[in-house]
């Protein structure tokens, strides 16, 4: 059950851009977000590039010009108007085979995400924002979060923003915590075991910075008594990220995270991370990063963990995409977890995103280099649409 969960968080985000699309030469993720970190919905530019940049056209018609697909990015394949309103409509599915190397695989398809996004914008340059997502988790997904048997109608984002400059960002209200990269594998270990998935949002104040070459976000948050949550996940704390472009499209990062719940449970977290062009049109992405959880009732355990990506672009809209990931749950002992998966991600026309994956999982004792267990091999086939 416990890895079901896991699958089933994979793509469960919102994430239209993603910060492997530095390979496009976009460092910074404010240029196609509201949000400064990424996350949440796109803004027009983003809808624009996604549309006329990264889908394949090979189901639209010479007749159409990059432009024209540009011009109907906007909701329901209308043109961005001048006015104050941005609707938007986000769909994920999932088929999961699981045990694919035995006789008879678990196989099914998951309903994962339903969300439905209002953005109103004013100002220059949209200088003042507010967002809401709200979300429905279907009955049939697994999901570590509240009302686990029922549909949950579930509140993924809401909040102000207000920039008096484009270099300067305040942020007021429930908003993803600024940690690592926001990738849309949500069942990373540096996700999962850091509790920073698509369901980790949080009441706070946000801070961003940014420049030519550089982003600084600071975050104070605090979801104690937050309804969505269980009660071990209602935690309250601050986190901060630094970027910096060393070099043209490639960037080096640096994350702190620390928080506590109501019961003097403490977690502090440590993370830096590359994201880099190579060639035309492809990447690579690393996360190396270090969790300590002080429970009070057993004492500090210290975790490790790396999250490898690299995005291969085959043709337009096309990429091939290889993952790896190490896990040591727990420094003192010696078990350690390995994954590697190789797939495929399509971008067919606009609005439309395909992947598929395989996904190998060998967990591995240090002392005599031997597998603890079997290793497991995983399906995941996903189809995400947005409106």
Same mark, same amino acid.
């Given at each position: ?9 994979c !793509? ?31 803004? @027009? ?6 549309? =006329? ?24 394949f ?6 104050? /309103? &941005? ?18 695989? @678990? ?6 995400q ?5 953005v109103?914008k004013? #100002? ?6 507010a ?17 686990e ?8 984002e809401a ?10 960002g ?12 926001? *990738? ?12 920073l998935?698509?369901? +980790?949002?949080a009441?706070?104040?946000m801070?961003?910075l940014?420049?030519?070459? !550089?982003?600084?976000g ?10 969505e ?5 209602q ?16 960037r080096?990062g640096? =994350?702190?995270?620390?928080? +506590? ?17 190579? #060639?035309?049109?492809s =990447?690579?992405?690393?996360e190396v990063?270090?969790?300590v959880? @002080? ?17 291969m672009?085959l043709?337009?809209?096309l ?14 002992k010696?078990?350690? *977890? ?11 026309w606009?609005? %439309?995103?395909? &992947?598929?994956e395989?996904?190998n999982?060998?967990?591995?004792d240090?002392?005599?280099n031997?597998?603890v267990?079997?290793?497991? $091999?995983? /399906?995941?086939?996903q %189809?995400?649409l $947005?409106?």
């Amino acid at each position: 059950m416990f890895i079901l969960l896991l699958l089933i968080a994979c !793509f469960s985000t919102n994430l239209h851009a993603y910060p492997n699309f530095i390979s496009k030469g976009y460092n910074a993720c404010m240029t196609c977000h509201y949000n400064p970190f990424g996350a949440g919905p796109l803004n @027009d530019y983003g809808r624009a590039v996604s549309a =006329s940049v990264i889908a394949d056209r090979l189901f639209i018609s010479k007749n159409v010009t990059d432009e024209d697909l540009g011009e109907s990015s906007g909701f329901l394949f209308n043109t961005p108007k001048q006015t104050f /309103f &941005r609707p938007s409509i986000d769909y994920r599915g999932m088929q999961l085979k699981r045990g694919i190397d035995q006789d008879d695989p @678990d196989d099914k398809y998951i309903n994962m995400q339903i969300d439905v996004n209002v953005v109103l914008k004013f #100002g220059e340059k949209d200088k003042y924002i507010a967002s809401f997502t709200h979300g429905i988790v279907p009955d049939n997904s697994a999901r570590p979060i509240k009302g686990e048997v029922e549909e949950l109608n579930y509140t993924r984002e809401a909040y102000i923003g207000y920039r008096p400059t484009q270099s300067l960002g305040f942020y007021v209200g429930k908003m993803d915590k600024i940690f690592g990269l926001r *990738v849309p594998d949500h069942n990373a270990y540096s996700k999962v075991a850091g509790n920073l998935t698509q369901y +980790s949002s949080a009441a706070g104040f946000m801070f961003h910075l940014g420049g030519e070459k !550089f982003d600084f976000g600071a975050q104070v948050f605090d979801s104690d008594g937050d309804i969505e949550k269980k009660e071990g996940e209602q935690t309250n704390g601050y986190t901060g990220k630094f970027e910096y472009s060393i070099f043209e499209d490639f960037r080096l990062g640096l =994350s702190y995270l620390a928080e +506590s719940d109501k019961n003097e449970n403490t977690k502090t977290m440590y993370a830096t991370t590359i994201k880099s062009r190579v #060639g035309k049109g492809s =990447s690579v992405m690393l996360e190396v990063g270090r969790i300590v959880n @002080d429970i009070k009732a057993s004492g500090e355990i210290t975790s490790n963990y790396i999250f490898l990506q690299n995005h291969m672009k085959l043709a337009r809209g096309l990429n091939f995409l290889f993952t790896y990931q190490y896990y040591q749950a727990d420094t003192d002992k010696e078990s350690e *977890v390995f994954t590697f998966a190789p797939g495929i991600q399509y971008y067919p026309w606009q609005r %439309v995103e395909t &992947r598929a994956e395989i996904q190998n999982t060998r967990s591995v004792d240090d002392d005599e280099n031997t597998p603890v267990a079997q290793d497991s $091999w995983t /399906f995941l086939g996903q %189809v995400h649409l $947005w409106f």
